[in-house]
């Protein structure tokens, strides 16, 4: 005789993936908002927004449709599994999931039982929650709070990029994936956790703290209401194979120069980076060998291609010697005035045609511009640290910049496996304007005294699935260096959400940085 399958009800618009999470010949899944359609489940998992008293009177009706033997399983952020379990009419088959992303397979989640909650249901919750796939965390609900305003703010707030639009939706999420690691874009993030809860939680967090930067955007809401989706793309696709560069000037002899002259040269271009002087071009050329070396040993290129990018590099002391090339890259300090003297030189130097980049991502562009004759051959290749590893670029295009050096930029980014995303000149681009008001948040957290740095970390990394928390992210980054991208925001947005950090200042002053010096947030010497 066929065994009988377990009825599992499902309530809540994010709750489709658990049709594909449980095996069809254990379970028949009930995806419905038909209470009365929940009349024969085994068990219902309520993913309704967690809203109390809404969830309060879920419950109640549930009870009243429900067998008494049907087990009831609500998903919350901050709401009290005790207080909706006393209140449902049975305390005793009820249990909680804290579970703050709708999980594809493996997420995590954490399993809420109360002093009420009955032996034979704790089990059967157990069970659902090892066969859904998801991987048990526990994080307590002052961690998952936290974690919730973290992201929900960081989420809004790109939500409000894509509104004003400054950047396409798919530039935004890959800016995002591939500029943090983060496992989603925050566009596509909201729409698996659907718009209209997305509101619903944001409406909550701002009752909660009465933080108005918690405000649904106007394009959440007006999507919400709808039961819509974040629009796909309509732009048309850029063709970039007509653009090919052979030859890359890269100006700087720091570690970022001297990563995307590396990138350059292993993708097949000749390639030239200056230096100030002799022995800053030699200790160059001998830090890209030993990157390319190390990549060697880690099996990521051969000795054949190492040998090879090395004999397409030059170091020189001399910009006269980029006067050839399709392609000049200034990777020199963050400082206006140093910038604007090499970009007048290159202007002097270079041939007609030659695309102009600067690799600053907290300076306007059109600085850099604007110290040359040629403002439509100059535009932003934001690389990531460490450049041969991060595949993201910015590439910023100001008014001025013209369709072919867009074009080229693209080719260039695509011959060296980088991805592109294209964003309009403004201070922080896409990834430092989201990413730094959720760090700056982060730290405004250790003033509750409620949580602490490894528990916010914990929170965001085990119940959102990012690759590191906020506090080992500013760590890596720098502090300093993160402090001064806090400072450039402010100066150009002046916003509270970019103020820079007391907490960090002070880090700073102290002789705190990070990793760099073993002296940070999650570090101690």
């Known amino acids: 005789m066929e065994e009988r399958r377990t009825v599992i009800g499902v309530l809540g618009s994010t709750g489709s993936w658990v049709l594909e999470a449980l095996p069809s010949s254990s379970f028949e899944v009930i995806e419905t908002s038909d209470l009365d359609a929940l009349a024969r489940a085994d068990v219902v998992l309520d993913m309704t927004p967690d809203v109390r008293h809404e969830k309060a009177a879920l419950l109640q009706r549930l009870d009243a449709v429900c067998p008494l033997s049907t087990l009831l399983v609500t998903v919350v952020f901050t709401s009290s599994v005790e207080h909706l379990a006393a209140v449902s009419g049975r305390p005793s088959h009820v249990a909680g999931l804290r579970l703050p992303l709708p999980p594809p397979a493996g997420g995590g989640a954490e399993l809420l039982l109360t002093p009420m909650t009955s032996a034979s249901s704790a089990a059967r919750a157990s069970a659902l929650v090892e066969s859904l796939g998801l991987s048990p965390i526990s994080l307590g609900a002052g961690v998952a709070s936290a974690a919730r305003e973290l992201v929900f703010s960081y989420l809004n707030r790109a939500a409000a990029l894509l509104e004003e639009g400054y950047a396409s939706r798919s530039d935004i999420d890959t800016a995002m994936r591939l500029g943090c690691g983060l496992p989603v874009g925050p566009l596509e993030l909201l729409d698996l956790i659907g718009l209209d809860t997305a509101h619903d939680v944001l409406i909550d967090l701002m009752d909660r703290t009465g933080d108005k930067s918690f405000h649904p955007t106007g394009l959440i809401r007006e999507l919400a209401a709808s039961g819509l989706r974040f629009p796909a793309d309509t732009g048309a696709s850029v063709d970039a194979v007509d653009h090919q560069v052979r030859r890359v000037g890269v100006v700087g002899a720091g570690t970022m120069a001297c990563g995307i002259a590396e990138v350059a040269a292993a993708a097949g271009m000749d390639t030239v980076l200056v230096a100030r002087d002799p022995v800053k071009a030699s200790r160059a050329l001998d830090a890209v060998q030993a990157s390319l070396t190390k990549s060697v040993r880690r099996g990521r290129i051969s000795v054949e291609t190492k040998q090879a990018a090395l004999d397409r590099l030059t170091a020189v002391d001399s910009v006269e010697l980029v006067s050839d090339c399709d392609l000049v890259i200034e990777a020199v300090a963050e400082n206006a005035a140093v910038k604007r003297a090499v970009f007048g030189s290159l202007d002097r130097v270079c041939k007609p045609g030659a695309v102009l980049a600067t690799t600053t991502s907290s300076l306007p562009v059109a600085v850099c511009a604007s110290a040359t004759s040629r403002p439509e051959s100059v535009v932003g290749l934001h690389f990531f640290n460490p450049a041969p590893a991060m595949k993201l670029v910015e590439l910023a295009l100001t008014d001025s910049t013209g369709a072919q050096a867009a074009e080229i930029a693209r080719a260039f980014c695509a011959q060296t496996g980088k991805t ?106």
């Open 420 to 525: 592109s995303v294209d964003c309009h000149d403004r201070a922080g681009f896409i990834v430092n304007f989201l990413l730094f008001p959720y760090l700056s948040r982060a730290i405004g957290l250790l003033d509750r005294g409620d949580v602490s740095v490894a528990e916010v970390d914990a929170g965001v990394e085990q119940a959102f699935g990012y690759p590191m928390g906020p506090f080992k992210l500013l760590d890596t980054i720098g502090l300093d260096v993160s402090l001064a991208i806090q400072r450039r925001l402010y100066d150009t947005f002046g916003t509270e959400e970019h103020a820079p950090s007391p907490v960090l200042e002070a880090m700073v002053a102290a002789g705190w940085l990070g990793r760099k010096n073993g002296r940070g947030f999650t570090m101690a010497p």
